[in-house]
């Protein structure tokens, strides 16, 4: 079983930046990928960014160039900086990792940008 506990989230004018953190529980061992989700109040659930097998992490386009995704392997713990953010960039975000072919989601923290 994994545990997701993420931190970071909080409410930040447009133009500014947040640092979002995930750590897993265990270990990377049969971890395939990590990353972030979010979910904007009435909208279907959308990933961010995330990290799999490939050389490079992706992002969803409303984020690139705003947005990057790290980790740190021995801490088993990601990151999310959020640069620029935008009124649109309001939601839910949810820490998301599959290992060993199964998923797991943290409880999600809110972000709020206002104008």
């Known amino acids: 079983q994994v545990q997701l506990v993420e931190s970071g989230g909080g409410l930040v004018q447009a133009g500014g930046s947040l640092r979002l953190s995930c750590a897993a529980s265990?270990?990377?061992?049969?971890?395939?990928?990590i990353g972030w989700h979010r979910q904007a109040a009435g909208q279907q659930r959308e990933l961010v960014a995330i990290?799999?097998?490939?050389?490079?992490?992706n992002y969803a386009d409303s984020v690139k160039g705003r947005f990057t995704i790290s980790r740190d392997n021995a801490k088993n713990t990601v990151y999310l900086q959020m640069n620029s953010l935008k009124p649109e960039d309001t939601a839910v975000y949810y820490c998301?990792?599959?290992?060993?072919?199964?998923?797991?989601w943290g409880q999600g923290t809110q972000v709020t940008v206002s104008s």
């Open positions: 998301y990792v599959n290992k060993y072919n199964r998923n797991y």
């Open positions: 990290i799999s097998s490939g050389p490079m992490p």
């Open positions: 265990g270990s990377t061992f049969g971890m395939n990928a």
